[in-house]
């Protein structure tokens, strides 16, 4: 069935680089997210990228898909301590319908 | 403003209240979502409804009883729930089943004592 997966934490220095990892299973997959949700608060559109691109780039944010191995990933630049939170890989269903990965918890330290 | 509002931002209730949890979208949305987020667990699809008809729902237990009388209001009703119910509740709406993706409110975080 349709399945994404992340890994639960990510702990780095601020001004490094964050990467965030997610696998998918649907192959057929329109479109892949990344949302971001801060403490207390919903889930926020971060980026989004179609199937047939392989990197999309929005100002710090760099995302990479690689359809033949279904892995997505999302590339943080300069990371800051406002760039905590949890981040939510998400696919497109075949239904419009999105499957939510389990989110990765992104520590930033100072 | 994320266009999604949600309201009561914080409940608390006893087992044997009935309460109501309140989403409206500001979009222009044809679908809207309920979510549940647990401590530690994935987020939980809980109910699905497109075009003011519900089309998903996902085994949950009858004290939850959505309902969704325009295209822009959605209600979660509550009563008798569990301490285990205590989570945060999401609302969720996009155009066409999710194509762009979905606009979240902020949630309504549930106590259940």
């Known amino acids: 069935g349709e399945d994404v997966e992340q890994s639960l934490f990510l702990s780095v220095r601020e001004g490094d680089s964050s990467v965030i990892n997610c696998t998918y299973t649907?192959?057929?997959?329109?479109?892949l997210y990344w949302y971001k949700q801060e403490p207390g608060a919903g889930l926020q559109l971060l980026t989004y990228?179609?199937?047939?691109?392989d990197m999309k780039q929005d100002q710090r944010l760099t995302v990479l898909l690689n359809k033949k191995d279904k892995h997505l990933s999302l590339r943080i630049a300069d990371t800051q301590t406002g760039d905590s939170a949890i981040y939510f890989c998400?696919?497109?269903?075949?239904?419009?319908?999105?499957?939510f990965g389990q989110g990765t918890t992104l520590q930033v330290k100072p | 403003e994320t266009g999604v509002t949600q309201t009561p931002r914080h409940l608390v209730m006893g087992m044997t209240n009935k309460k109501s949890l309140k989403c409206e979208q500001h979009l222009g949305h044809n679908a809207m979502y309920w979510y549940k987020q647990s401590a530690k667990k994935p987020l939980e699809l809980m109910f699905v409804?497109?075009?003011?008809?519900?089309?998903e729902n996902n085994s949950v237990p009858s004290r939850f009883s959505p309902e969704c009388p325009n295209s822009s209001h959605l209600f979660l009703h509550l009563h008798t729930l569990q301490p285990e119910d205590s989570a945060l509740y999401l609302c969720?709406?996009?155009?066409?089943?999710?194509?762009?993706?979905?606009?979240f409110g902020s949630g309504t975080r549930l106590t259940v004592v």
């Open positions: 998400a696919e497109s269903s075949n239904t419009g319908k999105l499957i």
């Open positions: 990228i179609f199937s047939n691109m």
């Open positions: 409804y497109s075009l003011e008809e519900r089309v």
């Open positions: 649907d192959s057929s997959s329109t479109y």
């Open positions: 969720a709406s996009s155009q066409d089943r999710g194509v762009g993706g979905y606009t």
